[in-house]
C-alpha cells in the first residue's frame, strides 16, 4: 500500500521526474539500493519505482512498526523490520532472501539512517553496510542502484526545520529526481561487492543531483563501477 500512497500524495509536496539508463530493468526478485538523505526520500523512491511498474517491499528500521498507521501499514505490506544493534538484526536478511525467492523487489539503504549535517543541499552517498552485498552472494540475486536528489528540499535539519519544510512543502513544490541504474551482480567478496554498489549508486546519485543542477555532483567523491575492480 505504501507505493500507491506515495505515488498519489507525491505531487502535493514536490516535482518528481525520474529518468533510467538504457539497460535499467527492475527484474522481479531483485535487490533496489538507494542512498538515504531525507525521511521523505522513501516516498520519492517508491513513488519513482512505481512509475516503472515495480512495487518492492522495503527493508526499514523497527521503530517505525510503533508509529501509528504507518506500522499498520509496514505490516500489511510486508515490509521487512530491520532491528539494529539487536542479535535479531541477521533475521532481516532471511526474510529479505525470503521476500526475493517470491520474486519480490527488496528496497535497502545501506547507509544505515540520515547523516546530520545543516542545509537541503546535496551530499554523495556516505560509507555502505556489507547488508546488500551478503544479500546478493546468498541468493543470486542482482542489485539495481536507485539515485534521488531533492528529498532533502522537502524535510531536512534538525525537527523543527523538518516540520516546517514539509508544512511549506505544498506551496514549494521543490523539485525532485530519481535515477535508476542498471542491474549488475556484485563480488561475492562483502568488501569488494559492497564498493561495487556504492559507486554504482552514487553513480546514479550523480546523474540525479545534476539534473537537479546541485553542485555536490560535480564532485569526485567515490569512484564509478566501471573504476571498482
Given at each position: 500500500?505504501?507505493?500507491?500512497l506515495?505515488?498519489?500524495?507525491l505531487?502535493?509536496v514536490?516535482?518528481?521526474s525520474v529518468?533510467?539508463?538504457p539497460?535499467?530493468?527492475l527484474?522481479?526478485?531483485?535487490?533496489?539500493?538507494?542512498?538515504?538523505t531525507s525521511?521523505?526520500d522513501?516516498?520519492v523512491?517508491?513513488?519513482a519505482l512505481r512509475?516503472?511498474?515495480?512495487?518492492?517491499?522495503?527493508?526499514a528500521?523497527?521503530?517505525?512498526?510503533?508509529?501509528?498507521v504507518l506500522?499498520?501499514?509496514l505490516?500489511?505490506?510486508g515490509?521487512?523490520?530491520?532491528?539494529?544493534?539487536?542479535r535479531r538484526a541477521a533475521?532481516?536478511?532471511?526474510?529479505?532472501?525470503?521476500a526475493?525467492?517470491?520474486g519480490r523487489?527488496?528496497?535497502?539503504?545501506p547507509?544505515?539512517?540520515i547523516?546530520?549535517?545543516p542545509?537541503?543541499g546535496?551530499?554523495?552517498?556516505g560509507?555502505?553496510?556489507t547488508?546488500?552485498a551478503?544479500?546478493?552472494?546468498?541468493t543470486?540475486?542482482a542489485?539495481?542502484?536507485?539515485?534521488?536528489?531533492?528529498?532533502?528540499?522537502?524535510?531536512s535539519?534538525?525537527?523543527?526545520r523538518?516540520?516546517?519544510?514539509?508544512?511549506?512543502?505544498?506551496?514549494?513544490r521543490?523539485?525532485?529526481?530519481v535515477?535508476i541504474?542498471?542491474p549488475?551482480?556484485p563480488?561475492g567478496?562483502?568488501?569488494r561487492g559492497?564498493?561495487?554498489t556504492?559507486?554504482?549508486?552514487t553513480?546514479?546519485?550523480?546523474?540525479a543531483a545534476?539534473?537537479l543542477?546541485e553542485p555536490?555532483?560535480?564532485?569526485?567523491d567515490?569512484p564509478?563501477?566501471a573504476?571498482?575492480?
Amino acid at each position: 500500500m505504501l507505493s500507491p500512497l506515495s505515488g498519489a500524495l507525491l505531487p502535493a509536496v514536490g516535482r518528481l521526474s525520474v529518468t533510467a539508463d538504457p539497460a535499467a530493468v527492475l527484474a522481479p526478485g531483485s535487490i533496489v539500493v538507494a542512498n538515504h538523505t531525507s525521511l521523505a526520500d522513501p516516498a520519492v523512491v517508491l513513488a519513482a519505482l512505481r512509475r516503472h511498474g515495480a512495487q518492492p517491499v522495503v527493508m526499514a528500521a523497527a521503530g517505525l512498526w510503533r508509529i501509528p498507521v504507518l506500522g499498520n501499514l509496514l505490516a500489511r505490506g510486508g515490509h521487512i523490520r530491520v532491528h539494529r544493534h539487536d542479535r535479531r538484526a541477521a533475521l532481516a536478511l532471511d526474510e529479505a532472501a525470503a521476500a526475493l525467492e517470491r520474486g519480490r523487489l527488496v528496497l535497502v539503504y545501506p547507509e544505515g539512517g540520515i547523516a546530520a549535517r545543516p542545509g537541503a543541499g546535496e551530499e554523495p552517498p556516505g560509507a555502505f553496510r556489507t547488508g546488500p552485498a551478503r544479500l546478493a552472494a546468498l541468493t543470486g540475486a542482482a542489485v539495481v542502484p536507485v539515485g534521488q536528489a531533492g528529498a532533502r528540499r522537502i524535510t531536512s535539519g534538525s525537527p523543527a526545520r523538518q516540520l516546517a519544510g514539509l508544512a511549506t512543502a505544498p506551496l514549494r513544490r521543490p523539485r525532485l529526481h530519481v535515477h535508476i541504474g542498471a542491474p549488475f551482480v556484485p563480488d561475492g567478496n562483502p568488501a569488494r561487492g559492497t564498493a561495487q554498489t556504492r559507486a554504482a549508486v552514487t553513480a546514479a546519485w550523480r546523474t540525479a543531483a545534476a539534473r537537479l543542477g546541485e553542485p555536490a555532483a560535480l564532485t569526485a567523491d567515490a569512484p564509478t563501477p566501471a573504476e571498482v575492480r
